[in-house]
């Protein structure tokens, strides 16, 4: 069974930090790019960060460089979102996403990230 679980998500106040997890099963994790979404109430869905399946490269919402860092570990599974120096703005629910382009595409449940004073 496919399965991608995201975790770490909650409530921070401004300047706060938080990791995710997404710890995947079910298929070739190392063969996949990972992603990372979000979708805030009344906007659109948009692309956080980005990793490559080795992990050689990413890239990131103009939003959010400098401030979150995606990383990989294909022995556990599981790909990364570190977040700090959290904005209001960043409050959204996030979404892990698996790529392997021309082939498949999976989806995570998503965790909310809440970021209030």
């Known amino acids: 069974q496919v399965q991608l679980v995201e975790s770490g998500g909650g409530l921070v106040q401004p300047g706060g930090s938080l990791r995710l997890s997404c710890a995947a099963s079910?298929?070739?994790?190392?063969?996949?790019?990972m992603n990372w979404y979000r979708q805030a109430p009344g906007k659109e869905r948009e692309l956080v960060a980005g990793?490559?399946?080795?992990?050689?490269?990413?890239n990131y919402a103009d939003s959010v460089k400098g401030r979150f860092t995606v990383s990989r570990d294909n022995a556990k599974s599981t790909v990364y979102l570190q977040m700090n120096s959290l904005k209001p703005e960043d409050t959204a629910v996030y979404f892990c996403?698996?790529?392997?382009?021309?082939?498949?595409?999976?989806w995570g449940q998503g965790t909310q990230v809440t970021v209030s004073s």
């Open positions: 996403n698996a790529d392997r382009r021309g082939y498949r595409n999976y």
């Open positions: 079910g298929f070739t994790f190392s063969s996949y790019a």
């Open positions: 990793i490559t399946k080795t992990g050689s490269s990413t």
